[in-house]
């Protein structure tokens, strides 16, 4: 993955600037302050709260989403500022559910009977997802300290790279309940296409400076556009990327 | 250090915030589902139980007396019918019943019929009608008095509505009526086709005596063939006209197409035989098979005349007692059961008879 070796790269880029920036600055109190950072998103794209029809979430695996990003900020007094930046990352989870009278719609691409067809489904449903985006982020800076930042502000992201696989498994599909419930054993899909190109929404973040200009910090970016194509979607289901960002920055 | 600490506070805060995203399961939403899932009586003469849609035939031996038949049904969770199958004690005549769902929302109707071993003979594939809310046709054969439909035959379809989008045009389905007839005006045309689906790529054309149900996960388990028969079985013979689609999808060998007929011993364990062990039960008594499924020769239709061989000897007495399931089976690919079979392999069907003894 393009994204993991520039991680690697930063990661490297990152040890080298530590070293060669001088103990003795104090590069938060710069009006214009860069930073680099790396972290990883742990979340989901998710409802916003679990409709009844899923029963019961088999098991839900956080993927190692490796983020890198570069962020400029500029202080308009002493402790308001602005800020924006550059963010390669990817999000991504893989979840099992099972579920009950799940409206579905399905996409039959192949075959001699080829369109879309909507029905209920009873059973397990498995997702793996994997979207890599850049991302804008644009920040009210607020810094109350020289260890402390807190930013928020709205980000933009383009996915450069999307991929959903999942299969539904062990269950039944119906198109309504006065029709006959077709049995499934197992049957695969790529909805890789029905994802957006474009992501936005709000960040909260806040960082606390542990080592000269290193610092920790934890960042939630809130999506507020469906992470999948209205148009397209063949989930009957709203789901936002809901990301908590971890990792470290280092300021210079 | 509590600033750090304050710090972890906030982090753990946040994700506070995430975890009900992931971690509420609501209560379960009350069942939409409408299904009669089973039938017993108060009888051990219930033969077998044929659900077709909105209509279940019961069929029965002989001796039980439909008028003082007690029914009970198993229906879907949460489920419950009208009126209440413990104050119906006369199937004389067919009996309405009606099932509303848990939520209230669906209600279907059933017409229960009760049915005596008394399978036609003679199958010409004259008749065809639409199921209920379903898009494709399927062959049925009348009682002697020529008024109540028999509702013997069952195929795929069933499964392959549920791909087609092209409403109401029963000629995109596996098994369909043709004009192309060898006698009288309509014959039935089994054609293989793709689904498109991964795991099961395929639905052979097919047509058989007994029951197709597709909510079964493992497709060989759907096809429950035979229904009781009363007769001894000699010959079974009739008009086919075959064209293969080709090689087929998985074994990349010349599709062919299949015609067998079993005669099989019922009992409390075996109601019907299905797709795995059709040819292996123990309960088959005899057998008679198309041996090659090749195309057929000329542009029209060819005879066959197909011997059965018993096994073993056919006990008389539960012959009479609709003791025995006849299954006649027509498939225009004979590894369909497995999902292996050419795209477009064509079967011609018509002016089928059972000869017995």
Redesign the interface.
Known sequence: MNIARNAILAAGCLLAAMTANGAEQQPRNRKIGYEIGLGFNIGAMSPIGLPAEIRKIDSYQPKANLSIDFAVSYMLSDKWGIGAGLCFETKGMKTGVEVKDYHLKMNIEEGDEQGTRTGYFTGRIKNDTRVTYITIPVNAVFRPDNDWKVEAGPYFSIAIDRSFLGDVSSGKMRETPLHPAIGISKASYDYSDDIRHFDFGIGLGGSRRIYRGLSVRADLKWGLLTVLDPSKRTIDMDTYNIYLNLGLSYAF | MS??FK?FS??SL??T??A???G??????P?????ILDVSADTDGLLNVIYN?SDIDVYLAPEVDPAGLCLAFVLSEGATIAPDPASVSDYSSPRKFSVT?EDRN?T?EYTVRVRYSSLPTEYDFENWEQPE??RYQIPYELDETGDSRLRIWASGN?????????HDDYT?FPTQPTDEAYSGKKAAKLVT???????K?MAAGNLFIGRFD?????PKE?TMFGLPFSGKPLRIKGYYKYRSGGLTLKSGVEDKCRIQAVLYRTDKDVKHLNGFNIRTSPNIAGRAELLDGSDTPGEGYVAFDLEFRYDKEVDRDALARGGYNLAVIFSASAGGDSYDGA?GSTLLVDGVRIICE
């Open positions: 600033r750090l710090k906030a982090i946040i994700l915030v995430l009900p995203l992931g509420c399961i609501k209560d379960e939403l069942g939409m589902e409408v299904d849609q769902s669906w279907k809310r379903m069933e499964a392959y509505n549920f791909l087609t989008n092209k995109v086709r793709l689904t498109g689906q991964i795991d790529p597709a909510s079964m996960r493992e759907s795209d």
